[in-house]
């Protein structure tokens, strides 16, 4: 099957009909090999935008269906017309296609969520009397779970209730331990509508997108905060996002050298290889100084640097198409040199960017760097020896 894909705030997103989506499903089914499966609404997608981690995994799910009526409308800024569908159908549909294939399920649910484990396991047997399943609690803080009940169960499908970002994020972290899971998927709270401790919104509701706006009914003293971020930021954050196409990134580059007289490249995370400088963007309202230190904390791990040059806006380039992780026209850089004398074996990368680094003498910079830096890091070099030659 052809993919079509749209992007919204960085976040690759499945332009799927519904009858794409059930075959999608069957052929995720029929391989060997687990594959995990998002339901990104607008809750999901703004919270990925201060945790990356979650914004990892959401952009390297296999399959992203489009959940929530913000999605729709950001779609249509694009252009584009996403069919929604809603998590809880797709485990009902799951559900049943396992009850009559002998497919069995594993379901994780959150110890302190509405349905207990007792209730599934009622709900689940009265529904889907022939299916095979088993449902253990999980907690929020999932570090130290143990996966040998599900391992010794060996399902095909698992299902984890713990809302997002953590159901997500344990998928991703686990897959590999849970050889015999085909599917993963994060269901948040579709058990409840099983179990009928939450009722579903009536199908007008439904239809109009107006889910959000039953569960404001239903609670509306807890779901205030909620409904303003999905309603009102996000369409926002949309459309604030979409002029950035018309925009250079502001971006910070860190010229790190250590007392040995070499430079830090990191090796980007991906198929090949692709080293390069440290360098990020700068968030609103951050100072030059604190955006790199910021992003060679997140990206290296050391904290004891020293910014001893600033160039700013030296290098700018286009893309050659709005880039799709950040939506920007291009990127203008600043170029930071930076002193460190701590041990060199001290960096440590972020594994959600980047899999290696190396120190390599300066004078080796552009060897030593993938190709497409080449222009940039002439400038940078020449930069760097002047401050050499003038601080010497």
């Known amino acids: 099957m052809v993919r ?50 979650f914004l990892s995994v959401l952009r390297s799910a296999s399959l992203a269906v489009p959940d929530g009526i913000g999605l729709k409308f950001a779609g249509w800024l694009k252009g584009v017309n996403l069919h929604r569908f809603t998590g809880a159908s797709i485990v009902t549909g799951l559900l049943g296609y396992a009850e009559t294939k002998n497919l069995r399920i594993a379901i994780l649910n959150w110890s302190q969520g509405l349905s207990s484990n007792d209730d599934i396991k009622e709900a689940l047997h009265k529904k889907y009397p022939r299916l095979l399943f088993i449902v253990d609690s999980l907690e929020k803080d999932h570090i130290n779970y143990n996966t040998g009940l599900i391992k010794n169960f060996r399902p095909d499908i698992l299902f984890v209730g713990l809302g997002a970002p953590e159901q997500d994020i344990f998928i991703a972290r686990r897959m590999r331990e849970l050889r015999t ?53 996000f369409p926002l954050l949309v459309i604030r996002w979409e002029l950035r196409r018309f925009r250079f990134r502001p971006n910070v580059v860190a010229f790190i050298v250590n007392q040995f007289g070499e430079v830090l490249i990191l090796n980007a995370r991906g198929k090949g290889d692709y080293w390069g400088l440290p360098q990020g963007g700068t968030e609103r309202g951050e100072s030059i100084e604190t955006a790199v230190s910021r992003e060679v904390a997140e990206e290296t791990s050391l904290t004891d640097i020293s910014v001893k040059a600033i160039y700013k806006d030296i290098y700018k380039y286009s893309w050659s198409k709005p880039y799709t992780h950040s939506g920007y026209k291009g990127q203008r850089q600043t170029l930071c040199i930076i002193s460190y004398n701590g041990p060199t074996r001290a960096v440590r990368t972020n594994p959600y960017e980047h899999k290696a680094y190396r120190w390599v003498k300066v004078s080796e910079l552009l060897r030593q760097s993938s190709r497409v830096h080449k222009k940039q890091y002439e400038l940078f070099l020449k930069k760097y020896y002047e401050f050499n030659g003038n601080n010497s």
């Not at 894909?5 to 519904?18: A, E, T």
Request: charged share 25%; glycine share 6%.
């Open 4 to 53: 079509n894909r749209l992007s919204i705030l960085g976040v690759p997103v499945d332009i799927i009909s519904r009858t794409q989506l059930k075959q999608r499903l069957l052929d995720i089914l029929s391989y060997r090999h687990g594959q995990q499966i998002i339901t990104p609404n607008p809750e999901f997608l703004l919270e990925a935008q201060r945790n990356s981690e």
């Open 181 to 233: 899971v085909r599917l993963a998927m994060g269901v948040g709270g579709s058990f409840d509508y099983i179990t009928k401790k939450m009722p579903r919104a009536p199908r007008l509701f439904q239809v109009l997108g107006f889910e959000w706006l039953w569960r404001l009914i239903l609670k509306p003293s807890t779901r205030w905060r909620r409904i303003w971020r999905a309603v009102v930021a």
